[in-house]
């Protein structure tokens, strides 16, 4: 079983900036592609944006296109999401996992919140 471990978040500004980090522990991390996911209150989780493994980028939600950066590194076995011009609408916790199918459980999450 994968283990996956976010971290980086926190409350930020309008406009300001973040960025969230996920460590996983499959020695076969660097033949997935990756998502970062989002749960926002009241509402199910979803994608925002995905990597693959030769690091081709999608993202899947339109509104983050040109403010946010999903990057990764095989070697240190992360992924990560560059988040700039925040919006109190980028609230919520964000998860890392496969994509777009989800094959191994959730992490912990970590927390964003967007807010003056």
């Known amino acids: 079983q994968v283990q996956f471990v976010e971290s980086g978040g926190g409350l930020v500004e309008p406009g300001g900036s973040l960025k969230v980090s996920c460590a996983a522990s499959?020695?076969?991390?660097?033949?997935?592609?990756l998502g970062w996911y989002r749960q926002a209150p009241g509402k199910q989780r979803e994608q925002v944006a995905r990597i693959t493994s030769s690091g081709i980028t999608n993202y899947v939600d339109s509104s983050v296109k040109g403010r946010f950066t999903i990057s990764r590194d095989n070697a240190k076995k992360t992924v990560n999401l560059q988040m700039n011009s925040l919006k109190p609408e980028d609230t919520g916790v964000y998860y890392c996992n496969t994509a777009p199918s989800v094959i191994w459980d959730w992490g912990q999450g970590t927390q964003v919140t967007v807010s003056s």
């Open positions: 499959t020695s076969s991390f660097a033949s997935y592609t």
